[in-house]
């Protein structure tokens, strides 16, 4: 499979229906995201190649790692890209199905970041009756990827690696319509947070109970506990309703 246009990597890269969708899962980036790889948020011209298998799977990829424009060409044509390369395997027997990828992502160097390369381990496993649970996570090191003098040093990734771990009920309390879910993250911040003020690990947590209502209507209740920037444990409640409506 082939595709090329302008791409969004994070929907390209260690995709997975446990994460990576802040509408309907989790809302914390640390999880929803990658806040310590910048591949994920990379929107530009590219293009993406997958060879699937029944058991493994491989794909190789770039994209303007510096897009502006709405179709950049000019951008695209500097040379500052990012290139990813992906492999994962898939094993399962019965009810029981595990999923194990790795992903290296290169950064050129742009306007306003230096080099950057970055590793992430992801994997997946689901068990019972019919994929009633599943376990999963990911990790992600990170090396380069400053500001570049005269950039804003903030504009970095907060965290120079991270993860987190987490599990999910796929048909609460026997309903098809309902979905529980809970994940632990941690991330390591970089020098610039240190300085900052942050000098010391981000740890957090976050659960979700979504209700699918309809085909179209889903209501979902989260709360998110992290360590501030007082090192106190702090809460946060969220409540989503969504309406999707398909033409």
């Known amino acids: 499979m082939i595709t090329a246009g302008k791409l969004f990597m994070g929907n390209f890269v260690l995709s997975s229906d446990y994460y990576a969708a802040n509408t309907t899962g989790f809302m914390n980036r640390a999880v929803s995201n990658d806040r310590a790889g910048r591949y994920f948020d990379i929107l530009g011209l590219g293009m993406q ?4 298998q029944e058991g493994w799977y491989a ?10 424009d709405e179709f950049d060409f000019d951008s695209l044509s500097d040379g500052k890209l990012v290139w990813t390369g992906e492999f994962g395997v898939a094993t399962g027997w019965g009810d029981q199905r595990s999923e194990l ?14 080099e950057e390369d970055s590793v992430s381990l992801a994997f997946q496993h689901e068990y019972g009756t019919s994929a009633e649970h599943a376990l999963y996570g990911r990790y992600t090191w990170r090396n ?13 990734l907060p965290t ?16 098809a319509n ?16 240190r300085i900052a003020g942050f000098d010391r690990h981000q740890y957090g947590a976050e659960t979700y109970w979504r209700i699918d209502w309809t085909a179209w209507a889903s209501l979902t209740f989260d709360i998110q506990l992290m360590k501030n920037l007082e ?17």
């Open 49 to 52: 190649a997958r060879w699937q």
């Open 59 to 68: 794909s190789v990829g770039f994209a303007d790692a510096k897009a502006e």
């Open 101 to 114: 990828a790795l992903m290296v992502a290169s950064f050129d160097q742009t306007d306003e970041f230096r």
């Open 144 to 156: 380069g990827g400053k500001v570049r003098p005269g950039n804003n040093a903030k504009n970095e």
């Open 160 to 175: 120079k690696q991270g993860g987190f771990f987490g599990w999910r009920w796929n048909r609460a309390f026997s309903q």
């Open 178 to 193: 309902q979905q529980i879910a809970v994940a632990g993250f941690y991330g390591e911040m970089n020098e610039t947070q």
């Open 231 to 247: 090192d106190d444990w702090e809460a946060i409640p969220g409540l989503r309703l969504k309406f999707t409506w398909v033409f």
